[in-house]
């Protein structure tokens, strides 16, 4: 058997300098700048014209599929492995030590937005890849690293691939953590709308809180109108001394403006978070608002706030499989002409349906006024543990880093591999290394990418020559 511990770090110097190369662009779908070339926004197509001119370089046949997802590929055979990765990325939001598209190496950590979702990841995966290419192994199955464009959103690229692309037979996604999830729960928002209107002593003017669906809101934003802005103030400086949140509060020629600030976590755990929007909403509750102004606020306080398993709702949820069906509240705006909209997003597991969740939520929005309807749905995946895939990513992920206590698991969050019938979400995360995925100062420590390349290298190496 290969070093591949050794081979992998005779690539560290060439992967982390196309690995600064990715993150320097940054990424993210932007429908506001799109065009006909740019589908998804300049970031995006960038990122992939980027990724595939260096595939392209290294000698692999490689093919751009209208600008919002490419491929990748090497080796023959009957059989394709699909290896699904994203080059998109969240906003970067607010709060970082360093610019989030400027990467830094320190203390050993590899920072910038994309370094843990996906580009680091991604890119060690296909760095192995690379390297059994370079190694002159014997490939008995043809092997696509699929890059999408449009993960954090709603799986443009991965969506265009899989309708004029023929079927991996089996695969796996890079962009979660190890040993390897061999289960994604379901995923679905609730989408919340409510009129506008203002009927009370104090006037809520805007309230803005959350970037993303699947992100816990780190930032939450009021313009407000009140007769005693001092006694309001007062009253927040004491709100944030109290609660693990903190802000600030400025009288401006528009109103009071109130700003808070949590934590931000992806939407799959977002216990991990501190929900700005929900916080916010607990200090309003002490105010004197009216009308809708007042059901919007009472129904974050009352229902959204430190409810992430839905128990205020009746719906708590968990098999004992997939584990607890979560609640993330990452949208939650509100103008006092206008209205409101929000996003209730859930993470399911078998066992409860979204029907059987919207049919609690509803009748709850209703008393504040407030229609609540879904859209569309994504259903739970698993994979048999004792499939041999997930054997073989098992073994190769032990074989490396010697965990032999290491079980496949389920995961909230949704992957590409969920795409693939035999497929799984596999790394690159370390079982003991901090989740950072959508918070400010997102890293991955160096060693770790350099580790997880080692496994990928194996894994890819056993799936292609068995």
């Known amino acids: 058997m290969a070093d591949w511990m050794a081979k992998a770090n005779a690539q560290k110097d060439d992967y982390l300098r196309d690995l600064t190369t990715l993150v320097k662009i940054p990424s993210v779908r932007d ?12 970031g995006p197509t960038q990122a992939l014209h980027t990724f595939l001119a260096m595939a392209a370089k290294d000698g692999f046949r490689t093919k751009n599929i209208d600008n919002v997802v490419g491929y990748a590929e090497w080796g023959e055979g009957d059989e394709t492995i699909a290896i699904l ?29 994309g370094a843990s979702d996906d580009k680091g ?10 390297t059994l290419k370079e190694m002159g192994v014997k490939f008995h199955k043809k092997v696509r690293f699929v890059a999408g464009t449009d993960e954090e959103n709603d799986w443009t690229g991965m969506t265009k691939y899989f309708a004029t692309e023929p079927m991996p037979d089996l695969g796996f996604s890079p962009d979660a953590e190890f040993p390897v999830y061999n289960g994604e729960k379901g995923m679905f928002s609730i989408n919340l709308d409510i009129a506008g209107g203002n009927e009370g002593q104090d006037i809520l003017k805007s309230f803005k809180s959350g970037l993303r669906f699947n992100m ?20 927040y400086g004491d709100f944030l001394k109290q609660n693990p949140v903190t802000g600030d509060a400025k009288e401006m020629e528009d109103g009071l403006h109130l700003e808070m600030i949590g934590k ?80 209730m997003n859930f993470r399911f597991p078998k066992g409860i349906t979204p029907d059987e969740i919207l049919a609690k939520v ?40 010697g965990d032999q206590d290491a079980k496949p698991e389920c995961i909230g969050g949704r992957t590409y591999g969920q795409l693939i019938d035999n497929g799984v979400a596999f790394g690159a ?38």
């Open 31 to 42: 429908d506001s700048q799109a065009t006909p070339d740019a589908p998804l926004g300049p």
């Open 85 to 113: 990765a994203h080059l998109d990325v969240m906003p970067a939001g607010k709060g970082w030590d360093s610019d989030p598209f400027d990467p830094v190496i320190k203390d050993g950590n590899f920072i910038g937005r």
């Open 121 to 130: 990841p991604g890119l060690a995966a296909y760095y192995a890849l690379k």
């Open 216 to 235: 816990v809101p780190r930032e939450a934003e009021v313009v407000m109108e009140t007769a005693d802005k001092h006694t309001v103030m007062e009253r």
């Open 264 to 343: 931000a976590a992806h939407g799959m755990e977002p216990e991990k978070g501190i929900n700005a929007g929900t916080y916010m909403a607990k200090f309003l509750q002490s105010l004197h608002f009216g009308g809708n102004a007042k059901n919007f606020i009472d129904y974050v306080a009352d229902y959204l706030h430190l409810d992430d398993r839905m128990a205020g709702f009746k719906t708590a949820f968990t098999d004992p499989v997939m584990g607890d069906l979560t609640m993330n509240a990452g949208i939650m705006n509100f103008d006092g002409q206008k209205g409101g909209h929000m996003d």
């Open 362 to 401: 509803k009748p709850v929005a209703a008393e504040f006024a407030i229609d609540a309807h879904y859209d569309s749905f994504h259903a739970p995946h698993f994979v048999d543990p004792e499939d041999p895939l997930v054997k073989t990513l098992m073994k190769s992920y032990i074989d490396v880093t």
């Open 429 to 466: 995360l370390m079982p003991d290394t901090p989740n950072t995925m959508h918070q400010a100062n997102e890293y991955q420590p160096v060693d770790d990418l350099i580790k997880s390349m080692a496994i990928y290298m194996q894994a890819i190496h056993d799936l292609v020559t068995e």
